[in-house]
């Protein structure tokens, strides 16, 4: 079970996530890289302080995405379980329904379109949705694959340049805010990510 501490510090956080970015739903041949004019990792500056919170291997989160350039927003609910590798995806886009499963010991994603009640089954190895908690192989076992961690998930930590900005009030929580640069070179966007989270001295 999931620590107190732990529900606080991420699953009770609203994940607000601006990105503002140059995107494709697929990167384009050829890539046009990173994108400065969007924003610039050499401005970002590693915070040491304040220590940034503990990631549950275990969480759910509902995450907004406002791609501004685009004039486009999506809502998400996002189920992760490291231990038991698997996850799960509810998502909502210009009034269409989905569920994504994402089954990790059987190597299959599921589909599902609420709204004609079809689901899929594809190969997670050879999906393309894989991008949110990844796939991981090994030497030994190439067609086996493994999730991301928590922090690989959240592109948060993991090696990941964060700049603290400060304490801040998000519809009407008190939350310490982070955020950084990133490239992706799969979809071939640059992005400004801000990560907002109660801090764990504030009652939830």
């Given at each position: 079970?999931?620590?107190?501490?732990?529900?606080?510090?991420?699953?009770?956080?609203?994940?607000?996530?601006?990105?503002?970015?140059?995107?494709?739903?697929?990167?384009?041949?050829?890539?046009?890289?990173?994108?400065?004019?969007?924003?610039?990792?050499?401005?970002?500056?590693?915070?040491?302080?304040?220590?940034?919170?503990?990631?549950?291997?275990?969480?759910?989160?509902?995450?907004?995405?406002?791609?501004q350039?685009?004039?486009?927003?999506?809502?998400?609910?996002?189920?992760?379980?490291?231990?038991?590798?698997r996850?799960?995806?509810h998502?909502?886009?210009?009034?269409?329904?989905?569920?994504?499963?994402?089954?990790?010991a059987?190597?299959?994603?599921?589909?599902?379109?609420a709204?004609?009640?079809?689901?899929?089954?594809?190969?997670?190895?050879?999906?393309?949705?894989?991008?949110?908690?990844?796939?991981?192989?090994?030497?030994?076992?190439?067609?086996?694959?493994?999730?991301?961690?928590?922090?690989?998930?959240?592109?948060?930590?993991?090696?990941?340049?964060e700049?603290?900005?400060g304490?801040?009030?998000?519809?009407?929580?008190?939350?310490?805010q982070?955020?950084?640069?990133?490239?992706?070179?799969?979809?071939?966007?640059?992005?400004?990510?801000?990560?907002?989270?109660?801090?764990?001295?504030?009652?939830?």
């Open positions: 079970m999931v620590s107190k501490s732990h529900i606080r510090s991420v699953l009770t956080t609203l994940v607000v996530c601006s990105y503002i970015c140059s995107i494709h739903a697929q990167a384009q041949v050829p890539l046009k890289g990173l994108d400065t004019t969007v924003c610039d990792p050499a401005t970002i500056t590693n915070s040491p302080t304040p220590k940034k919170p503990t990631l549950a291997e275990t969480y759910r989160l509902t995450v907004e995405c406002n791609i350039n685009k004039n486009y927003s999506t809502d998400y609910t996002e189920y992760f379980d490291y231990q038991n590798q996850a799960a995806v998502q909502w886009d210009e009034g269409f329904h989905a569920y994504g499963i994402y089954n990790y059987s190597n299959e994603m599921y589909t599902v379109e709204q004609t009640g079809v689901c899929t089954v594809d190969p997670l190895s050879s999906s393309s949705n894989t991008f949110l908690f990844g796939f991981k192989t090994s030497a030994k076992n190439p067609k086996v694959g493994r999730m991301f961690s928590a922090y690989g998930a959240l592109r948060f930590g993991n090696g990941t340049k700049q603290y900005v304490r801040t009030k998000i519809r009407g929580m008190q939350v310490d982070w955020k950084s640069c990133q490239y992706w070179s799969s979809m071939d966007a640059t992005m400004t990510v801000n990560w907002y989270f109660t801090s764990k001295f504030i009652p939830v």
